[in-house]
Every structure is written in structure tokens, then in C-alpha cells.
């Protein structure tokens, strides 16, 4: 019997999920970036207002909501035309401000990590984790504010399902900056002693 020859494996065309991830890894960058444009798209907050009025989830650029009146998209520019017009007061008002102190955050986070890949700098990288983790403490202050400290109160509840996320990632901006430059020293002492002898 007869088989058909098959090409080298060094030929084959890799599996294009395995090319990306690879890709991926060896370009941490890329990687950075997708994190950072991920706290973006996924949702942080979902909640409910007063006693069953209505409901809603919350990105950070927008949130969705549904109640007895109607379901409506907020934008984060329309919450602080509502503020300054004076339609929002008080507390909401306040963590309105908080949100987007930490949207403003995260907006400072994101170009400092593509200004971080152009330049290969790794300072500004852990600037954006310090940022990022900014942005988390100025969301939970601002559920804090609308909800209370327990996400829970008159207002209605909330459950910050994004938060564990964004802080996770400044988190990991910070730590893989110290790992980086960590292995950069250790080959510049390399280097050093190899000159010497």
C-alpha cells in the first residue's frame, strides 16, 4: 500500500488560535494592550435600583438600563450633562463624578501602555498599573457613594462584577514591569562580569 507523503512539520501552516496566542506571548505588548482595551468592553458593574424599579449593567464608558419607565442607554457624557444641568444631586451626583474620574483613568492608563510599546519604556507601563488601579478605586468609591459601603442600601444593590478585573490588570501591569526589569538587570550584571575577565 501506498501513503501519501506528508510535509515536513516545520511546513505546515500552525493553527491560527495557536499562532495568535503565540504571538501574543512572545509580544507582551500586544498583550497589554488587549487588557487594557478589555476593561473597556467588559461589563463592571450590574445593579439594581431601589426596591425593584428597575435594573441595569454598567461598562464604563455607558451603561444599559431597564425599569417600569423604559429601557434606556446612558453614555458617561449624557450622566455628566445630567450633573452639571442639575438633574443628578447629592450622592448620585458625587459617584457620577467618581465614575468618571476613574473612566478618565483608565482612558490615561490605556495611552500610556501604547506610548509604552512605541518607546519600549517600562516605567510608563507601571504608571498605567498605577493608573488602572486608580480607576478601580475611584469605581468602587463611586458604587460606594450610590450604594453604600456594603453595595447595598436605599438606592438598591449593586454587584461590581468587573472590579476583581480592572484591579487584577494594574495588578499585572505593575508586577510584570518589576519581572522585566528584574531580568534586565540580572543580564546587565551578566554582561558586566564578562567584560571584566
Not at 494592550?33 to 455607558?62: D, E, H, K
Not at 474620574?101 to 510599546?117: D, H, K, P, R, S
Amino acid at each position: 500500500m501506498i501513503q501519501p507523503l506528508q510535509p515536513p512539520i516545520d511546513t505546515m501552516k500552525p493553527c491560527p488560535v495557536a499562532w495568535i496566542t503565540t504571538r501574543m506571548m512572545q509580544n507582551r505588548s500586544i498583550l497589554k494592550v488587549v487588557l487594557s482595551a478589555i476593561l473597556f468592553l467588559v461589563p463592571i458593574n450590574v445593579y439594581m435600583i431601589g426596591s425593584g424599579i428597575g435594573t441595569g449593567i454598567q461598562w464604563a464608558l455607558f451603561r444599559y438600563q431597564q425599569t417600569t419607565y423604559g429601557n434606556t442607554l446612558f453614555t458617561i457624557d449624557m450622566d455628566l450633562g445630567y450633573v452639571t444641568g442639575g438633574v443628578i444631586t447629592g450622592k448620585s451626583a458625587l459617584s457620577t463624578v467618581a465614575w468618571l474620574g476613574g473612566v478618565l483613568l483608565l482612558v490615561a492608563a490605556l495611552i500610556l501602555v501604547l506610548l509604552a510599546i512605541r518607546e519600549e519604556g517600562q516605567a510608563r507601563t507601571r504608571h498605567a498599573g498605577y493608573l488602572t488601579i486608580g480607576a478601580w478605586v475611584a469605581f468602587l468609591a463611586a458604587d460606594m457613594l450610590q450604594y453604600g459601603l456594603i453595595f447595598s442600601g436605599p438606592a438598591g444593590f449593586v454587584i461590581p462584577v468587573g472590579l476583581p478585573l480592572v484591579f487584577i490588570v494594574g495588578w499585572l501591569y505593575i508586577i510584570s514591569t518589576d519581572q522585566e526589569e528584574g531580568g534586565d538587570s540580572v543580564h546587565e550584571e551578566e554582561h558586566s562580569f564578562a567584560t571584566e575577565e
